[in-house]
């Protein structure tokens, strides 16, 4: 299974790979990044679910930040939260405090990006190239979300079986983003 979803991830990407932007991350964020990424986990550890599954969190925390330093990057704001604390405050839109609802989703390249079932808004979905390169492939709206799952894109047995994620194999019908006025446009057609 996960050889031919790496296939199938392959072939979705390199299709349209040509549409999407690389984004290079300075030296001096992967050096923040790096210890941020050791101090939340450190905190996250006394949360129960993060006890309960805490495979490869060094690397989840990673690349879901790296992202968003990317989308940072892309668009010339400044946005990304770096401090700590417990979970429940941090469980919204990432570009919400840019008066944006469309959240983040980073995934290493070869894996489909992990998305809730039911979602309330959009997101911005990235391919992690290296541990300092992230491809901005494009927003995926409620609708296009909800079109694009498939339970057999995740790899841990523990999140299928809760039932409340799936992968998301649409990569090849996102809409481009080219710049911060793209965002605020798609935030005015009240995105679905």
Do not use: W
């Not at 008066?99 to 290493?108: L, Q």
Request: contains cysteine.
């Amino acid at each position: 299974m996960i050889e031919s979803n790496i296939k199938l991830f392959e072939e979705k990407f390199e299709s349209c790979k040509r549409y999407f932007d690389e984004i290079v991350i300075p030296k001096h964020k992967i050096i923040k990044l790096e210890k941020f990424v050791r101090e939340v986990i450190k905190e996250k550890n006394k949360e129960q679910h993060h006890q309960i599954d805490n495979c490869n969190e060094y690397k989840r925390f990673y690349t879901g930040m790296l992202g968003e330093l990317a989308i940072e990057e892309y668009l010339g704001v400044t946005f990304v939260d770096l401090s700590i604390g417990n979970s429940g405050k941090y469980n919204r839109a990432d570009l919400k405090d840019l008066g944006v609802n469309i959240g983040i989703k980073t995934v290493e390249y070869g894996k489909f990006p992990v998305v809730t079932k039911n979602p309330t808004y959009p997101e911005i979905i990235n391919i992690k190239f290296a541990c300092n390169k992230v491809y901005v492939c494009g927003v995926a709206t409620i609708s296009i979300l909800k079109s694009h799952q498939d339970d057999n894109l995740i790899l841990s047995k523990k999140l299928r079986e809760r039932n409340v994620k799936t992968g998301f194999d649409g990569i090849n019908c996102l809409i481009p983003i080219k710049n911060y006025y793209d965002i605020k446009k798609l935030r005015k057609l009240k995105v679905s």
